[in-house]
């Protein structure tokens, strides 16, 4: 089963930018959906951007569809969220996860079954 590592978390000022790094080891993301996913202090946990391996192809929350951006490293079997205009409200755990889950239902987290333990990303207004 793979496991999963995000790195790249932090504290920024609003207006500024974060790279999250997600990487896998035990597999590859081969034939896998990799979902980055947030949860803010009280509230669930969002879907924030998906990134179908085989593909390339890529979708996004409305909320962060123009500032963030989801690729990957096939070389380093790493999927990125460049995160850029950053908000006070993209404060959060963030997550990745991996899974199979059909396109209709890309950002449903229950279809999502390998996780990352979360990085921290806090943003001051």
């Known amino acids: 089963q793979v496991q999963l590592l995000e790195t790249g978390g932090g504290l920024v000022q609003a207006g500024g930018s974060l790279r999250l790094s997600c990487a896998a080891s035990?597999?590859?993301?081969?034939?896998?959906?990799v979902g980055w996913f947030r949860q803010a202090p009280g509230n669930d946990r969002e879907f924030v951007a998906v990134?179908?391996?085989?593909?390339?192809?890529?979708y996004y929350a409305d909320s962060v569809k123009g500032r963030f951006t989801i690729s990957k490293d096939s070389a380093k079997n790493t999927v990125y969220l460049q995160m850029n205009s950053l908000k006070p409200e993209d404060t959060g755990v963030y997550y990745c996860?991996?899974?199979?889950?059909?396109?209709?239902?890309?950002?449903?987290?229950?279809?999502?079954?390998?996780w990352g333990q979360g990085t921290q990303v806090t943003v001051s207004s």
């Open positions: 996860a991996t899974g199979r889950p059909i396109l209709s239902a890309i950002s449903q987290q229950s279809l999502y079954y390998s």
């Open positions: 990134l179908r391996w085989d593909f390339g192809t890529t």
């Open positions: 035990g597999s590859s993301f081969r034939g896998y959906a």
